[in-house]
């Protein structure tokens, strides 16, 4: 960690910097994102903050304003160009039991990483995860913090060679993966999962399908099963730190980035 | 809030007491018990801590030693005869990612509360949730720290006279109630939701099952659906701060506490 800012105050003490009644810690009541920092900028930052506030409303919690989100990011960021945001809004500190008092003020959390190491240039090496994805329509799609089912699906390998672990829900159907969301070219269709019931909506994943769109590449959300995976011409996952991954290798299975993915790669370097 | 011990210290600013990095937060990894402090004794300490350690255990959490969170027991509890405890356990404070560190150190929190105001004698007026529970075998059981749901179905409703939310899964079986365990008189059996695909599975709630056992009352852990519930001729709910609650009224329908209930209450009282 570099720094942290709690509440639009830089925090002094990591150790103690959490209220602790705070509801993101007594029952994961709360949502967060994590950003690219680059050159300064927050990358496709406002698709951040709207996701952040439509993940507010979802759950009931009074979202902070943009301002003051925007004046934490910029705090945060401080002097430094490059680096990893994660931005923690919780519905606040309050009593025990798990109604919430109405007038709990949201606690806004931002923290700065140092930036990650790029992948190898030929693709990822991911895994099928055992852990499965529970279905929750009311929770699908937002970034909220009830995240133990990918702590656990993430804990299931230690091999650094495995980048990703793809994950199932509990029917079955793939999902995404531990930290992103998944692409994979189908019959010539560029195709995602629908996360009617779980996963995460990225902001890269909304991206790349209005890019598909806009590039003329037929495109559908939809059920995807293992086997379709196996059997992709092309293969990717995405998310807001490493953009598109393409996947190189799954058990046996091996792939090569294909015209797609490069085309998509490409036409999401150059959108702001 | 009375008082609060983390990782064995008394806290002095409960606004400051947490790591900015505790995975209780980030990802609501860990697990919690609510306790009854009566008379100076922790009701059923042997039974919580054994749930506790088991929910770690399930999550691959390295519990805290039984001795260290006796410790924190006894210290929260101090001079007070009287209130409730609440205890957290979670993976510890570790940097950004899902994946764990090895060797993190678990972070222990305990709080104390006033005691909660008795229920009126006739018993308690429950309601319907709207919030489904989804089905996630691994989870399943265990008390951890991802509530949404609950947090979710419990702001559904805010009429001071209803007590508890009966909670279904989203395959319409009926599970528990907010902050409690289920059982029903069915066709002469005392049932109860059998838990394998999600809710908690209460302190009180085994005790329940054993004590119908040795007192010869018939009982099954089974599916329930909410027609049997409606049909049922005894009705209860029960957890650790307030033990067997009668239910008196579900939406039109009206309960007495009826002799089940009643041998069970006196049973439950008499139990150490």
Redesign the interface.
């Known amino acids: ?1 570099l720094a ?1 800012v ?1 509440n639009g105050s830089k ?1 002094r ?17 709360g949502v ?1 994102e ?1 950003m690219l920092l680059r050159q300064g900028q927050v990358r496709f930052v406002e698709d951040h903050l709207a996701r952040l506030e439509f993940g507010c409303k979802r ?2 919690i009074s979202a902070p304003s943009i301002d003051a989100l925007k004046n934490d990011l910029q705090l945060i960021a401080g002097a430094q160009n490059d680096g ?1 945001i ?1 931005l ?1 809004v ?2 606040g ?1 309050g ?6 008092s109405a007038d709990l003020a949201p606690t806004r ?1 931002a ?1 700065l ?1 140092a930036s990650i190491e790029p992948d190898a240039e030929d693709g990822i090496e991911v895994r099928w995860c055992a ?9 699908a799609g937002i970034k ?12 299931e390998w230690n091999d650094p060679k495995i980048a990703e672990g793809l994950l199932l829900d ?1 029917e079955n159907e793939v999902i995404e993966a ?2 992103s969301n998944l692409f994979a070219v189908i019959d010539g269709v560029l195709t995602t999962p629908d996360l009617r019931f ?1 996963g995460v909506r990225g902001v890269i994943r909304a991206r790349i399908l209005s890019l598909a769109d806009r590039s003329n590449i037929e495109s559908r959300e939809g059920v995807i099963h293992q086997d379709e995976v196996l059997r992709a011409s092309e293969l990717f996952v995405t998310n807001a730190i490493r953009g598109i991954r393409p996947i190189r290798k799954l058990d046996r299975y091996q792939w090569r980035c294909g015209p797609t993915t490069k085309r998509l790669i490409d036409a999401l370097a150059a959108e702001r």
């Open positions: 960690m942290a709690v925090v003490d990591v150790q103690h910097a959490i209220a602790l009644e705070d509801r993101g810690l007594a029952y994961g009541d967060f994590t759950l009931g990893v994660k923690i919780t519905r500190a009593g025990r039991g798990y109604r919430a959390i923290i990483y852990t499965r994805l529970a279905r929750n329509a009311t929770l909220h913090l009830n995240r133990l089912e990918y702590v656990l699906a993430h804990n509990t531990t930290t779980c």
